[in-house]
């Protein structure tokens, strides 16, 4: 019993770093103090580390843990949305969110080449089969077209995403809010 609460534990602290980080990352940028995260997090520099012994082990633990946590989100949407179309709605709100906060993070993975194609493999991996079965269940319901492929509305998306951080008067949510409306069938 005391090894899986310290189990449980374990996790909650982890999570708790996760969060912290990518919460510092959005303020601060990937360069973000090791201790600034560690006091958003209530823990220790050195817990930190032993859950990251590097930077970059940080900055991925971060992105994999929010393209999971998007991952996710899909399934439960769809479940308790009022209609598919408003799940696949409410999901591209959510990888909205991870994109527009996730620009600076993409330079420094593109940095190293082979663990950006990983982490970009994971990230169609765990995303597309999401958007693809949102996609799939508002096209059965008749609600949108059935010619658009998940993986060409993940890249339209990505795209009205990328003038996001360069100018202020860029709203990216209202453009892919056009797109998700575009979507919608013709009557």
């Known amino acids: 019993m ?30 973000a103090p090791v201790r600034d995260i560690a006091a958003r997090a209530g823990v220790g520099t050195g817990t930190i580390y032993r859950h ?31 209609t598919p179309h408003t799940a696949l709605a409410r999901w591209i709100d959510l990888f909205v969110d991870f994109l527009v906060t996730k620009h600076g993070l993409a330079a420094v993975l593109q940095s190293d080449n082979t663990g950006f194609e ?40 990505g795209n009205l995403c990328i003038g996001a951080d360069s100018d202020p008067r860029y709203d990216a949510r209202r453009l892919v809010g056009l797109l998700v409306a575009g979507l919608r069938q013709a009557d």
């Open 2 to 31: 005391v090894e899986r609460s310290r189990r449980a534990d374990a996790r909650r602290n982890e999570e708790s770093l996760l969060e912290a980080a990518a919460a510092a990352f959005v303020a601060s940028g990937v360069e």
């Open 52 to 82: 990251f012994p590097t930077r970059a082990d940080l900055i991925i633990a971060v992105y994999r843990h929010q393209v999971d946590a998007c991952a996710e989100a899909g399934p439960a949407l769809l479940a308790g949305g009022a």
């Open 118 to 157: 990983t982490l970009h493999a994971y990230f169609l991996d765990r995303l597309l089969p999401v958007c693809a079965e949102l996609m799939d269940a508002a096209a059965a319901a008749g609600e949108i077209r059935s010619d658009v492929e998940a993986y060409g509305l993940m890249r339209g998306v």
